[in-house]
């Protein structure tokens, strides 16, 4: 049986609804899963006629969640950074994504001089997503004709958050937001 966005976000406004700490997003990361393998949204959505880049494809009224596809144009390694007061949701759908996930162990909260130390690494395969919760510090790494769908708690366009350099041991706010609205443009 299929699985449209419209069901995705369906469901994932009633989980985050009913549900409102990590055990709803988790439910979202679920859905995500489902809706990776549905062959008419992949085709769809993140078809071979789609140019690279990235697409904000939908954006919750109420609850703000924003899903965005990316076919990515080039091999790509993020510095680690996390999303400030939001969550965030990787599901991959075509090649794979490297995540790495780290603390931050010099005490700090804020920009400035920041210690990370790696706590986790894993893969995420075509149908499979992942979770970074509220604050979670991450990197990802992906080939050239990766796709992947991400899911964010709210725009992040509108959230402060931090880039990390571990060479240097520092932190900086992001200031490049630069996620696509059609809606904004
Ligand atoms: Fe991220």
């Known amino acids: 049986m299929g699985y449209s966005l419209e069901q995705f976000c369906q469901d994932t406004r009633e989980a985050l609804t009913a549900n409102p700490g990590h055990e709803g997003r988790d439910m979202a990361r679920a859905n995500l899963e489902k809706l990776l393998v549905d062959p008419d949204f992949l085709a769809s959505t993140l078809g071979d006629d789609q140019e690279p880049g990235v697409e904000t494809i939908y954006e ?3 609850l ?3 899903v ?3 076919l990515a144009g080039a091999d790509r390694t993020s510095p680690p950074h996390d999303h400030g007061v939001s969550w965030a949701v990787y599901g991959q ?3 794979h994504t490297d995540m790495q996930m780290y603390q931050r162990v010099d005490g700090g909260a804020g920009a400035g001089e920041a210690k990370l130390e790696l706590i986790k690494e894993f893969r995420l ?3 499979q997503a992942g979770l970074f919760d509220v604050g979670e510090i991450h990197a990802i790494d992906h080939p050239k004709g990766a796709r992947f ?4 708690g709210e725009d992040l366009n509108h959230v402060e958050r931090l880039r990390f350099d ?4 520092t932190a900086e706010v992001i200031e490049d937001q630069g996620v696509p609205h059609p809606d904004k443009a």
Not at 166 to 169: D, H, I, L, V
């Open 64 to 66: 703000k969640f924003c």
């Open 125 to 127: 395969n075509p149908g």
């Open 166 to 169: 571990a060479e240097a041991g």
């Open 68 to 70: 965005l596809a990316y």
């Open 93 to 95: 759908a075509e090649k």
């Open 149 to 152: 769908v991400r899911v964010t």
């Open 60 to 62: 919750d009224p109420d």
